[in-house]
């Protein structure tokens, strides 16, 4: 959806205004031509499971929309509405709406409010059918929306929100087309391509690394997963580099393709959604490029190992034991463990590019899933301070993070009579031990693990979104990279 901010619309010109109105406060919409006399005759009173839509002259429709209390507003429940917005419109073929939103969201000023609100109203239509080859709205053109704010800034800054949500808008749809993609086309070469034409839009370095130069560079996690493969395995170095920049932050994602198990195969149900495996690697991609859209004064270093995981012949196996690019040995427990080894060469090659932050995004563990479902990411990391950074600026997004431990008690779950470690510390504390697992390869001073694998992806269309990748990631970083500069 094409968004524009715009607090005096010609409303004459709008096929549908959409108004958001918090429970007993529809006087907020008193400036707009049509809207009073609609809430009269529709004894709208804003309750959150209320929508009524009338047919007025200019614009011909206006629909409201009740959010509930003021003082539980939340961005998720914003966007809820905002969907449904989006599916009215497609399904009434409104080319042009206007949403009125008159509020600010939590302790947000107005134009970091109609920034986000912004960014998620884009990206509300969002649907991925390149390989539908018969789409029932043909007809339908894509809509161009305008959205009416809360009061507090001028035209100028109205401006400057525009193109800010247009670039973190597109950095995540950058992350749902790369994650909505068949493994059959979205493979590690892809993977590297796709990073390449970023770069080349951006203007930036992009190094993509083939099977001979990983070798070279001894990474034996990353080797090890991809010998069960017909497909070359990819590591993929970005590099945005500001002159203004003053502190430097590392994003190292995972790029698993498809991951079938390997020899410790996954039950068939479900299997085709590992295709979404590689939902960290285009975290970084889409972070990249939001922040190099933004012009971030931050150094960053996108890192991406990416290969898929087959069984074979070849494939390695439960028993074998790898030697890491960092030096470390892992015993193979469970070749379905298998992120965190391509991680772990990926952890080490961005410590020794001494940056300030590591960040790291991996759908890593069903655990993380099991303790805290699809509402919030689990965030592990030994720095406090980091992780209030980020726990905020999630919150500042509505992409929310939990923080979970990563105590060296937990270590014992992960030791091996055989190497310096082993890949999978069983069942119980599952998300935890993999975090200690990718700990062993980190040198920095500031590192966090963001285990998405509950949030890069909605089995099923729910109330915020589609089905299917949900940009998990993006919004977050440039959060956390924005604190950075006060």
Not at 319 to 326: A, E, N, Q, V
Not at 456 to 462: L, P
Request: proline share 4%; net charge neutral.
């Amino acid at each position: 959806m094409q968004v524009v901010v715009n607090r005096e619309p010609k409303l004459s010109k709008i096929d549908h205004l959409f108004v958001l109105l918090a429970e007993g406060e529809t006087g907020a919409a008193n400036e707009y031509e049509g809207v009073v006399d609609a809430i009269k005759r529709a004894k709208f009173s804003g309750r959150s499971d209320e929508s009524i839509t009338i047919l007025a002259d200019g614009p011909r429709k206006i629909t409201l929309l009740g959010l509930g209390k003021r003082d539980a507003l939340t961005i998720r429940g914003v966007r809820a509405s905002l969907y449904a917005i989006a599916k009215t419109a497609k399904k009434q073929r409104d080319a042009s709406i206007a949403v009125v939103f008159p509020y600010i969201i939590g302790k947000r000023d107005a134009a970091e409010t109609a920034r986000i609100v912004a960014d998620h109203l884009s990206q509300s239509d969002y649907k991925y059918d390149p390989y539908i080859t018969v789409k029932k709205d043909q007809k339908q053109s894509k809509i161009s929306a305008i959205l009416i704010p809360p009061p507090g800034f001028d035209n100028k800054t109205a401006k400057t929100i525009d193109s800010e949500a247009r670039a973190i808008a597109e950095g995540v749809q950058i992350v749902r087309d790369m994650g909505n993609s068949p493994g059959n086309v979205m493979t590690p070469t892809k993977i590297g391509e796709r990073a390449q034409e970023v770069a080349s839009e951006l203007g930036i370095k992009c190094t993509v690394y083939g099977r001979r130069e990983i070798e070279r560079m001894k990474m034996g996690g990353l080797l090890a997963v991809n010998r069960g493969s017909a497909e070359e395995p990819r590591f993929i170095v970005l590099e945005y580099s500001p002159k203004r920049a003053k502190q430097h932050v590392a994003l190292v994602g995972k790029g698993i393709t498809f991951d079938s198990g390997g020899i410790s195969i996954k039950p068939a149900e479900k299997m085709e959604e590992m295709k979404f495996d590689m939902c960290g690697a285009a975290a970084v991609v889409g972070t990249v490029y939001a922040a190099a859209k933004l012009g971030l004064p931050v150094k960053l270093t996108g890192i991406i190992a990416s290969t898929d995981n087959l069984p074979s012949g070849s494939a390695y196996k439960p028993g074998d034991i790898i030697t890491m690019m960092s030096g470390k040995t892992v015993e193979i427990v469970n070749t379905d463990a298998e992120g965190r080894m391509i991680l772990g060469d990926a952890l080490h090659y961005a410590s020794q590019l001494k940056p300030d932050h590591i960040l790291d995004y991996a759908t890593l563990t069903g655990a993380c899933v099991v303790a805290l479902g699809s509402e919030a990411a689990g965030l592990f990391t030994p720095h406090d301070e980091l992780a209030q950074k980020l726990i905020e600026a999630g919150e500042s997004v509505g992409e929310r993070l939990w923080r979970l431990p990563e105590w060296d008690d937990y270590k014992e779950l992960i030791r091996s009579e055989w190497a310096d470690m082993k890949n999978s510390g069983g069942r119980w504390g599952g998300a935890t031990s993999a975090a200690l697992f990718l700990k062993e390869f980190v040198d920095c001073p500031s590192w966090a693990h963001l285990d998405i694998a509950g949030t890069a992806y909605a089995e099923h269309e729910n109330a915020r979104e589609a089905k299917g990748a949900t940009g998990a990631g993006v919004r977050v970083t440039i959060a956390f990279l924005e604190s950075l500069l006060r």
